[in-house]
């Protein structure tokens, strides 16, 4: 029964955010594409909770193996995600989408998305390439982690600057779960004591 409660706190912590968004009034006045682009950035909040959690091994009834294996999948899902956000944004609005990869965008928030955008691009290309990489696994660890401290700082920033579809309660909460989960791998940056 205890294996069962954090998998329903962490079902629970996905879900509430992207139903409560589904109830925003603000999806009136907004066409498809840009509700789905905006849906797309929500779910790959929720993954940020997860991933963290995947790679310390934290979710019980999964072997080191199966939880690896998901850590990679869910980084794909992640990547697919941020750049459904992306594209979706560009079809509705690329002077918007240009101003923000171009950092010249008036909006603050952009920058950080942006930040955590090209993090998540940096991180995914380290994952596919990590057998090509000639670094030290500590090395290559050290450079992932960092990456993944950044992606969830930037886009709980990203996230909490915005007056967007996200529900006030809910996004507060997934951002201070998205940041105790950085937290719970920061310590992978220290060298191993002998």
Do not use: C
Request: glycine share 8%; net charge positive.
């Amino acid at each position: 029964m205890r294996g069962v409660i954090p998998w329903t706190a962490l079902a629970i912590a996905v879900a509430a955010p992207i139903v409560a968004a589904g109830f925003s009034p603000l999806l009136q006045w907004r066409d498809g594409i840009y509700i789905a682009s905006g849906f797309a950035g929500i779910f790959g909040m929720t993954l940020l909770l997860v991933q963290p959690l995947l790679a310390a091994g934290d979710l019980p009834y999964l072997s080191h193996a199966r939880a690896r294996r998901l850590h990679r999948l869910t980084g794909a899902l992640l990547l697919a995600a941020v750049v459904g956000h992306v594209v979706g944004l560009w079809i509705t609005s690329p002077p918007d989408v240009i101003d923000a990869l171009t950092f010249t965008s008036p909006t603050p928030f952009s920058v950080w998305g942006v930040i955590a955008m090209w993090a998540v691009f940096a991180a995914a290309l380290m994952a596919a390439l990590r057998r090509g990489i000639a670094v030290r696994p500590m090395t290559w660890r050290r450079m992932h982690v960092s990456l993944a401290l950044t992606i969830a700082v930037g886009t709980v920033t990203h996230v909490l600057l915005i007056e967007g579809t996200m529900e006030t309660i809910t996004k507060y909460g997934l951002s201070a779960l998205v940041l105790l989960g950085a937290l719970r791998i920061a310590p992978r940056l220290r060298p191993r004591r002998r």
